[in-house]
Each structure stands twice: as structure tokens, then as C-alpha cells.
Nanobody, 117 residues
Framework: QVQLVESGGGLVQAGGSLRLSCAAS????????MGWYRQGPEKQRELVAV???IANYADSVKGRFTISRDKNTVYLQMNNLKPEDTGVYFC???????????????WGQGTQVTVSS
């Protein structure tokens, strides 16, 4: 089993910054990709940023958010936050538990980010 533990959410005013962290632990041989998704009020879950060999971002966050990774921990630095960034942010990891066999998708429990205007 693999656990993803997120931290760093909170309440911030528009224009402010937050940094999210997500640490993966458990039966991990390697992690193919790590990323962040979010789900706003009455919205579907959407990709925010993902990192493998390179990083990719949703158009709505380009130039404001930066994803980075250190071994089994992924970070999301969020600057110039806007009210529309409000939502629950979920960490995702594609984990290979052994040298052979497929990778499996794991999700964190989510952390709330609220941006006030």
C-alpha cells in the first residue's frame, strides 16, 4: 500500500501565496509521475500540474504556479492566487511497487485552498 499525505492548504487573500506539499510512503519501487488536481465548488476535478521528466500546467495557472519534486515528495508553489483557484487540491502519484509489473494510481485525501477576494 501507498499513502499520500498532503499539507499546506489554507485561507489566503487574492494575490497571496501558498505552498502545498505531498509526501508518498509505503511500498514504492519508483514513482512515474506526481501531480496536483483540484476540484472547485460544483466543478469536476481538473488537472493543475504534473511532473515527470518535465512539468506541465493547466493554462489557467501557467506563470503563477510551480510544481517541483524531491524524491517521493511533490510541491506546488502557488503565487498570485485568485478566487477562482479556490477548491480542494488532491495529490496524485503513479507508483510502481516493484521492478516488474504495472504502476498504480494513488490519491491523497485532499487539502482545502480558499482564496478570498
Amino acid at each position: 500500500q501507498v499513502q499520500l499525505v498532503e499539507s499546506g492548504g489554507g485561507l489566503v487573500q487574492a494575490g497571496g501565496s501558498l505552498r502545498l506539499s505531498c509526501a508518498a510512503s509505503g511500498s514504492i519501487f519508483s514513482i512515474t509521475t506526481m501531480g496536483w488536481y483540484r476540484q472547485g465548488p460544483e466543478k469536476q476535478r481538473e488537472l493543475v500540474a504534473v511532473i515527470a521528466s518535465i512539468a506541465n500546467y493547466a493554462d489557467s495557472v501557467k506563470g503563477r504556479f510551480t510544481i517541483s519534486r524531491d524524491k517521493n515528495t511533490v510541491y506546488l508553489q502557488m503565487n498570485n492566487l485568485k478566487p477562482e483557484d479556490t477548491g480542494v487540491y488532491f495529490c496524485h502519484a503513479a507508483v510502481r511497487p516493484s521492478a516488474r509489473g504495472p504502476s498504480y494510481n494513488y490519491w491523497g485525501q485532499g487539502t482545502q485552498v480558499t482564496v478570498s477576494s
